[in-house]
């Protein structure tokens, strides 16, 4: 009889592994799915899912300079696994004329509008930034997903483009300024230096990760010797209050603040910013931004080291 009730318990613990080893492959097989409903690929995040979509199909000029989509003109949607169902965060970019469309569909679904707000002053066409969650199946997230794309001028695919290493020009540019704000990437023809913040973001019990809309990123687009920075932080109100005056007083100007229409822990503030000129001059002066804080480096475990001015 003890043998039987091993034998039993045995089954039942295979059948339990076997069982979540069938839910772990279900749930990458959904990846999968939700990258086909949306028609776009997306890079994993942990247990969730980034997609990634610029808009490549437009031709924005802010004071007469093009704006590379993969940096200053990126939607984005993203999705992290909850016990029941999934989280979606998303922003998408918009020019003026698409975004009653798109709030009228955001109204008619189980979507969430949390914010709209303008990126850049004086960008020809205008564009505006919607955010906006949601929770519930991935699958049905994606095709709300899907047809919010539909409502715009996007393309239907993205055709990935290659990663190739920095040129000998790109190098010589960036490696001052790696040594200024820490470690960069290029996307594309653009710089790109990405923070993160040192507490977790709660919404509802939930922590928000910070590749669903809270990382703190500076685009620095050479323009010769000179560059066009702009980006955006995100910050709790005390911290934001001086990290503005911080930038003032560098004469970075900002585009735009704003917050979101959710209760987080804690609260958080967007700050758009925009600068032309010497790139190392704006570097240095971001980071004087940057001592203001605890933002934490793109590379994990990185703590920017900032000097006093």
């Known amino acids: 009889m003890k043998w039987f009730w091993l034998g039993i318990v045995f089954i039942l613990a295979g059948g339990l592994f076997a069982t979540a080893q069938w839910v772990h492959g279900q749930a990458g097989h959904d990846w999968k799915t939700v990258e086909?409903?949306?028609?776009?690929?997306?890079?994993?995040?942990?247990?969730?899912?980034?997609?990634?979509?610029?808009?490549?199909?437009l031709n924005v000029l802010v004071h007469g300079s093009w704006i590379d989509p993969r940096a200053g003109l990126n939607s984005w949607f993203a999705f992290k696994s909850l016990p029941k169902g999934s989280l979606l965060r998303a922003e998408m970019v918009l020019v003026d004329w698409e975004v009653p469309r798109v709030e009228a569909l955001l109204a008619s679904y189980q979507l969430t509008l949390t914010a709209i707000y303008r990126?850049?002053?004086?960008?020809?066409?205008?564009?505006?930034c919607v955010d906006f969650t949601g929770k519930g199946p991935r699958v049905l997230l994606a095709q709300?997903?899907?047809?919010?794309?539909?409502?715009?001028s996007m393309p239907l695919t993205l055709i990935p483009s290659a990663a190739n290493p920095p040129t000998p020009v790109q190098t010589a540019f960036s490696l001052p300024l790696e040594k200024i704000l820490g470690p960069a990437q290029w996307l594309g023809g653009v710089l790109s230096f990405s923070y993160t913040p040192a507490e977790p973001v709660m919404n509802e019990r939930v922590s928000i990760p910070s590749y669903m809309g809270y990382e703190t990123v500076f685009y620095f687009q050479p323009e010769?010797?000179?560059?066009?920075?702009?980006?955006?932080?995100?910050?709790?109100?005390?911290?934001?209050?001086?990290?503005?005056?911080?930038?003032m007083k560098n004469h970075i100007g900002m585009t735009g603040i704003h917050s979101e229409l959710l209760d987080l822990s804690p609260s958080m503030v967007f700050i758009r910013f925009w600068a032309e000129g010497n790139p190392a001059k704006i570097a240095k002066a971001l980071k004087e931004a940057l001592a203001q804080t605890k933002l934490v480096g793109w590379t994990p475990g990185q703590t920017i080291q900032t000097e006093k001015p």
Do not use: C, H, M
């Open 224 to 247: 010769g010797k000179q560059a066009n920075v702009y980006g955006q932080w995100v910050l709790s109100p005390v911290v934001a209050r001086n990290v503005v005056e911080s930038l």
């Open 144 to 152: 709300e997903v899907r047809a919010l794309l539909g409502a715009t």
């Open 119 to 128: 990126p850049f002053n004086g960008e020809n066409p205008g564009v505006a």
């Open 36 to 57: 086909r409903l949306i028609g776009y690929p997306g890079q994993a995040e942990g247990d969730g899912l980034k997609i990634n979509v610029p808009r490549s199909d």
